[in-house]
C-alpha cells in the first residue's frame, strides 16, 4: 500500500481565473488534502479526509497558507551569480557580465555547481517549477535536467541557440543549433517530469539561417514548447529592424521562419506593436512577464491590464538574472507596482494566479501544476503570512485571506517560506 500524507493549514484552490469576473470569488479555501503518489487525491476538512485515510500521515501547517507551488515562465540559470550587477542597458549588460559569465558553462563541472545552486536557491523561494534557458554548449543543458531530475522537479530548458552578434566561444552555427538541440531534445523531452524547449536567444543573435533551422526543428516537434525574446527595450526594436529590414516588425522574424505557435513563449513582449499583438493572440502564444527585469534594466512598463483585456495568454517570470531577485513574491510586488503605474491596481488573488496557475498555463502545463484539485500534482508552497515583524502586525488587522495575503506578497521574501513540497515530497 502507497504511503498517504495529510496536509491540513489554510488551502487555496482557484475555481476560475480571477481575471474573469470578481477576483474575490474565484479561490475557495479548505482545511486540508491528501497526497498519495505524488499527486492531490482529495480537498476537503480536516475531520473528513482523517476519516477517509486513517492510515495517513499528518503534517499539521497550521495558520500557514498552502498554495500550488510558485512557477517561474522565464529564467536563465546561468546568471544566477552575476543577479544585481551594476547598472546596465540591455545589450550592454549581456556584454558586460552575461556574455563573459555564459562562457565559463564550457566547464560542465562549472554548469552543475550553477545549475545546482539555481536550483537551490529557487526552491527555497517557494518555486517548484521554471522554465530556463541555458547557454550554447549542451553540456549547460545536461546538467540542468540532471540537477531538475535529482531533485523530482517539473522543469523546462533549453540550449541557448546564437550565430551572431556574440563573442567568440559563445556562437554556434544553424546546422550545430539544430543538431544540439535535436539531440537534447530526444534525450530529455518527456524523460520523468522535464520537457525540452526549443531556444533561439533572440533575433539579434541569430541569422535568419539559424531561425529558420529551429523553426524547422519546431516542425517536427510541435509538442515542445519555443522560448525567446521579443521586444524588450525601444533600442532592441531599432536593432531588429536594422538586421531583418524586410521584416514587417520584431515578430515577423520569428513568425517568418516558423518560430510563431501556441506553444510559443515570448519573454518581455512589452513594446508590440497592433499587428503584433494580433498575431501573438490568433495563434495563443504566451506573453512572460518579467516586472523586476523590466524595471532593473529600465526596459519599459509592460501593460498587463491591457494585454488581458484583448485576450492574451499571460505567465509571470524572475528572469532571473537580469530580473533583480529569486523571489516570486517579489516579483508579484514588482507587477503589482508597474499595474499602479500603468493605471490597473492588480488584486493579490490575480498576482497569485499569475504565479501559479497562470504561469503553469503559459507553459501548457495547467492539467498538471499551479492549482490544487484532486489528479494534480502535488507541487506545493507553505506561506507563513506572518513572517516579520512588520508583515505580522499588518496581516493581523486583516478581513480576509486577501487582505492577509497581501502583505507577504509585497514585503515578503524567503523567510516566509515555511515549506515546499515537490511531487507530494517535503523539501
Request: net charge negative; charged share 20%; hydrophobic share 45%.
Amino acid at each position: 500500500m502507497s504511503a498517504i500524507t495529510l496536509l491540513t493549514g489554510q488551502i487555496l484552490a482557484f475555481d476560475h481565473s480571477p481575471f474573469a469576473g470578481d477576483p474575490l470569488g474565484a479561490a475557495r479555501l479548505h482545511e486540508a488534502l491528501l497526497i498519495e503518489n505524488g499527486r492531490i487525491i482529495a480537498l476537503g476538512t480536516a475531520r473528513d479526509l482523517r476519516a477517509q485515510a486513517p492510515q495517513a500521515r499528518v503534517t499539521d501547517m497550521g495558520k500557514h497558507l498552502i498554495t500550488a507551488g510558485f512557477v517561474d515562465a522565464h529564467v536563465h540559470y546561468p546568471q544566477t551569480a552575476i543577479i544585481a550587477s551594476w547598472g546596465k542597458r540591455l545589450i550592454e549588460w549581456l556584454n558586460t557580465y552575461t556574455f563573459p559569465e555564459e562562457m565559463r558553462f564550457a566547464d560542465p563541472a562549472y554548469a552543475a555547481e550553477i545549475a545546482t545552486r539555481y536550483l537551490d536557491l529557487m526552491l527555497a523561494h517557494g518555486t517548484t517549477t521554471c522554465a530556463s534557458y541555458a547557454t550554447i554548449h549542451p553540456a549547460s543543458v545536461t546538467a540542468f535536467f540532471e540537477a531538475a531530475q535529482a531533485r523530482g522537479l517539473r522543469a523546462v530548458a533549453g540550449k541557448t541557440c546564437m550565430d551572431r552578434n556574440a563573442p567568440d566561444g559563445l556562437r554556434d552555427t544553424a546546422q550545430s543549433a539544430y543538431d544540439d538541440s535535436k539531440s537534447l531534445l530526444n534525450c530529455w523531452h518527456g524523460v520523468d517530469r522535464l520537457s525540452y524547449a526549443i531556444t533561439p536567444r533572440f533575433s539579434p543573435t541569430s541569422t535568419p539561417d539559424q531561425l529558420a533551422a529551429l523553426g524547422a526543428l519546431w516542425s517536427e516537434y510541435p509538442e515542445c514548447l519555443m522560448q525567446t525574446h521579443l521586444s524588450e527595450q525601444v533600442d532592441e526594436v531599432a536593432w531588429v529592424k536594422s538586421l531583418y529590414p524586410a521584416a514587417r516588425d520584431y515578430l515577423d522574424t520569428y513568425e517568418s521562419h516558423g518560430l510563431l505557435g501556441a506553444r510559443g513563449l515570448y519573454g518581455h513582449a512589452i513594446h508590440l506593436e497592433t499587428r503584433e499583438r494580433d498575431r501573438l493572440r490568433e495563434v495563443g502564444a504566451a506573453l512572460i512577464h518579467c516586472p523586476t527585469s523590466n524595471t532593473f534594466i529600465g526596459s519599459g512598463l509592460f501593460n498587463l491590464a491591457a494585454r488581458m483585456a484583448e485576450g492574451q495568454r499571460i505567465g509571470l517570470a524572475t528572469d532571473t538574472g537580469g530580473g533583480s531577485s529569486f523571489s516570486m513574491l517579489r516579483t508579484m510586488a514588482a507587477a503589482y507596482e508597474i499595474g499602479q503605474l500603468t493605471g490597473t491596481a492588480l488584486h493579490p488573488a490575480q498576482l497569485l494566479w499569475l504565479a501559479t496557475a497562470g504561469s503553469a498555463e503559459a507553459l501548457h502545463m495547467g492539467a498538471q501544476i499551479g492549482n490544487i484539485a484532486p489528479g494534480m500534482e502535488a507541487d506545493l508552497v507553505a506561506l507563513n503570512l506572518a513572517s516579520t515583524p512588520a508583515i505580522a502586525q499588518r496581516s493581523a488587522r486583516a478581513a480576509d485571506i486577501w487582505e492577509a495575503l497581501f502583505p507577504t506578497i509585497m514585503m515578503g521574501d524567503d523567510r516566509a517560506i515555511a515549506g515546499v513540497w515537490v511531487a507530494g515530497k517535503a523539501i
